[in-house]
T-cell receptor, first 112, second 112 residues
Framework: SQQGEEDPQALSIQEGENATMNCSYKTSINNLQWYRQNSGRGLVHLILIRSNEREKHSGRLRVTLDTSKKSSSLLITASRAADTASYFCATPLTGANSKLTFGKGITLSVRP | DVKVTQSSRYLVKRTGEKVFLECVQDMDHENMFWYRQDPGLGLRLIYFSYDVKMKEKGDIPEGYSVSREKKERFSLILESASTNQTSMYLC???????????FGPGTRLTVL
């Protein structure tokens, strides 16, 4: 039962460019999270944004949340080859303690 | 730093074998999860444990069981491995909502 859907499915950019990834979800949430996964590895948490926040920054990452549109975006500025990875958004299941539902992910390729 | 470890990075088993995947976390987290990840399907929750000896089925529990005898350890058991259980298995833990999940490095299981 997936709630989050990322867009686009794949993105290829040149090093130094910005990468924007989007996530849409269906039901009300109290937070939304973004994760990164390097090839063949586990997921790493990047950032959590709460439903009462509109924007959050962490280093080169900027996340926005629009609860009226049920969407979030992840912006990576000044991308590097090391940013090449899959990116996932995750939202809590309604009334379901700490379970999350993950989207299928966006594959980002940053060309040197 | 939170550390989640998984017993094997790569595992090859034969159809019908009983398979144990072990996951250990060192941060006294209440909640632990087992996911499988397949291309095009994203992460799917197999089982969830919210306390010692407590477990809850996820989206795809068929063919799997779990054991949580100690807080730090959560085991996934394939009673009789089948080829359609060839996948990447990811373990995660969290102290509780609305916190992030911490993932292990994953076990790539191949069932021949």
């Amino acid at each position: 039962s997936q709630q989050g859907e990322e867009d686009p499915q794949a993105l290829s950019i040149q090093e130094g460019e910005n990468a924007t990834m989007n996530c849409s979800y269906k039901t009300s949430i109290n937070n939304l999270q973004w994760y990164r996964q390097n090839s063949g590895r586990g997921l790493v948490h990047l950032i959590l944004i709460r439903s009462n926040e509109r924007e959050k920054h962490s280093g080169r990452l900027r996340v926005t949340l629009d609860t009226s549109k049920k969407s979030s975006s992840l912006l990576i500025t000044a991308s590097r080859a090391a940013d090449t990875a899959s990116y996932f958004c995750a939202t809590p299941l309604t009334g379901a303690n700490s379970k999350l539902t993950f989207g299928k992910g966006i594959t980002l390729s940053v060309r040197p | 730093d939170v550390k989640v470890t998984q017993s094997s990075r790569y595992l090859v088993k034969r159809t019908g074998e009983k398979v144990f995947l072990e996951c250990v976390q060192d941060m006294d987290h209440e909640n632990m999860f087992w996911y499988r990840q397949d291309p095009g399907l994203g992460l799917r929750l197999i089982y969830f444990s919210y306390d010692v000896k407590m477990k809850e089925k996820g989206d795809i529990p068929e063919g799997y069981s779990v054991s949580r005898e100690k807080k730090e350890r959560f085991s996934l058991i394939l009673e009789s491995a089948s080829t359609n259980q060839t996948s990447m298995y990811l373990c995660a833990s969290t102290p509780g909502p609305p916190r992030e999940q911490f993932f292990g490095p994953g076990t790539r299981l191949t069932v021949l």
